[in-house]
């Protein structure tokens, strides 16, 4: 098993995690394009990627737990109720970009279920949408919105196992 750097080191780049894929034996894909910050400005990229796009949220709740909630692209997420489906201790709201970089290792508009390489001291849980699970292949950031990186759904709960994450696959927007 590959091991994660400690957590004095600063955020992993793009190549640390495709050598971290690739020590895993996992297969991936990258496509670089300009950045892209919402949903609706990485439409144009649909047709050339296949797989599903996945929307990431950063929240946390008023006990100060952070979570990672990936869902389809399109998917709609009931920030009212789904501290209710997380297991959070209240209604949850957007992380600070300070609480982002710091546990993650990521800017706003780059959050990704790869972030959990850099989340060294496991200070985020992260969420995956079951409606996910159904995708042959996920697509998601890798550490930074200027690329997408594909890997097969089964890899990517692989990855999660290596970095010391059991990610929560949970019915949030069904």
């Known amino acids: 098993m590959t091991e994660i750097a400690p957590s004095t080191t600063p955020p ?6 495709f050598r971290f894929l690739d020590g895993l034996g996992i297969a991936h894909t990258t496509r670089t ?19 599903a796009h996945t929307k990431n949220l950063f929240v946390k709740d008023k006990k100060d737990r952070y979570f990672v909630v990936t869902v389809e ?12 489906i997380i297991g959070a201790s209240s209604r949850v ?3 600070r970009p300070e609480k982002m970089v710091e546990f993650l290792g990521v800017v706003p508009g780059s959050v990704t279920v790869f972030a959990a390489f850099n989340d060294r001291q496991h200070n ?8 996910l699970m159904a995708y042959d292949i996920i697509n998601g950031h ?8 594909s890997v097969a759904t089964s890899d990517l709960m692989r990855f999660f196992q290596a970095t ?4 929560l696959v949970l019915n949030i927007t069904g």
Request: net charge negative; hydrophobic share 35%.
């Open 12 to 17: 992993a780049t793009a190549e640390d995690l």
């Open 33 to 51: 394009h300009p950045p892209v910050f919402t949903v609706a400005e990485s439409e144009s990229l649909r047709d050339e990627i296949p797989g």
């Open 73 to 84: 692209e399109r998917a709609e997420v009931d920030l009212k109720n789904v501290h209710k």
């Open 93 to 95: 709201s957007f992380g």
């Open 124 to 131: 985020v849980t992260f969420v995956i949408d079951e409606a």
């Open 142 to 149: 890798p550490l930074s919105n200027d690329a997408t990186t």
């Open 164 to 167: 010391g994450h059991e990610p």
